[in-house]
């Protein structure tokens, strides 16, 4: 149930995203939308919330979903779409507004789904229990206790 929701969350941000960047500021198909919204979902879901954010962490899942965003919008909108100030302008504000909500789901997902597996990944910090003082011999001044010791090996 909680991926179902995952992926609805992800399509219906997906369905406004494309809708805001390529049909209320140009004229996109409703077939354009969906079909960007269903490659964007799936691939982002497969690759980047199931392999890339429990392995290297929410920065670089956010930034993997912004580049599949842009780049998906950037090279389908060239082949379905005739003008090139509809492809830069729809792929920059599609990505923006997925990459919002997707720093949401990947939070989510993390304290959900992933919190056994990226605990395991996460650094070996630094425990302040182990951490000892320093020692200091007694005798400070090693001058004197070198004449000390040369008076002591004299006798």
Same mark, same amino acid.
């Given at each position: 149930m909680k991926l179902l929701t995952i992926l609805l969350i992800k399509f219906v941000t997906c369905l406004i995203a494309f809708a805001i960047g390529l049909d209320l500021f140009f004229e996109a198909t409703i077939v354009d939308i969906v079909s960007f919204s269903l490659f964007v979902t799936i691939v982002s879901y497969m690759l980047g919330d199931r392999i890339i954010l429990p392995a290297l962490g929410n920065m670089a899942a956010t930034t993997f979903d912004f580049v599949l965003t842009y780049m998906s919008v950037w090279i389908f909108?060239?082949? $379905?779409?005739? *003008? %090139? $100030? +509809?492809?830069?302008? &729809? !792929?920059?504000? !599609?990505?923006?507004?997925?990459?919002? #909500?997707? #720093?949401? #789901?990947?939070? %989510?997902?993390?304290?959900?789904? =992933?919190?056994?597996?990226?605990?395991? *990944? +996460?650094?070996?910090? =630094? *425990?302040?229990?182990?951490? %000892? &003082?320093?020692?200091?011999?007694?005798?400070q001044d090693i001058e004197l206790k070198d004449n000390k010791n040369n008076k002591e090996t004299k006798k």
């Open positions: 909108g060239s082949i $379905l779409l005739e *003008n %090139y $100030l +509809q492809i830069a302008w &729809g !792929s920059i504000l !599609s990505a923006a507004i997925i990459t919002a #909500v997707e #720093v949401l #789901v990947h939070r %989510y997902s993390l304290t959900h789904f =992933f919190a056994d597996r990226t605990a395991a *990944n +996460q650094r070996p910090r =630094f *425990n302040r229990k182990l951490a %000892y &003082g320093t020692e200091f011999a007694e005798e």
